[in-house]
């Protein structure tokens, strides 16, 4: 079972991807991608994702959407 860092860096993926967090968050799960390789492969994957979604040229998903997403991720992590 991953720990409270690894919950955390994982649940917060897309907003480190797409550098939505402070300075502080950015630094401290940057920190632990690069010593926790699972957590390190997932954002690997994520950071595909975001790619090749953004180069398929479709519109933006409303928020509402990405926050259901994001949500049913985590209740099927837990």
Same mark, same amino acid.
């Given at each position: 079972?991953?720990?409270? +860092?690894?919950?955390?860096? =994982?649940?917060?993926?897309?907003?480190? %991807?797409?550098?939505?967090?402070?300075?502080?968050?950015? /630094? /401290?799960?940057?920190? #632990? =991608?690069?010593?926790?390789?699972?957590? +390190?492969?997932? #954002?690997? %994957?994520?950071?595909?994702?975001?790619?090749?979604?953004?180069?398929?040229?479709?519109?933006?998903?409303?928020?509402? =959407?990405? +926050?259901?997403? =994001?949500?049913? %991720?985590?209740?099927?992590?837990?």
């Amino acid at each position: 079972m991953p720990g409270r +860092e690894c919950e955390e860096a =994982l649940d917060r993926l897309f907003e480190y %991807i797409d550098e939505e967090l402070s300075d502080d968050e950015l /630094r /401290r799960i940057g920190a #632990h =991608l690069k010593t926790c390789p699972p957590c +390190e492969a997932e #954002h690997k %994957i994520k950071e595909k994702i975001k790619n090749l979604t953004a180069r398929s040229g479709g519109d933006t998903a409303p928020e509402e =959407l990405r +926050e259901r997403i =994001l949500a049913s %991720i985590r209740s099927t992590r837990a």
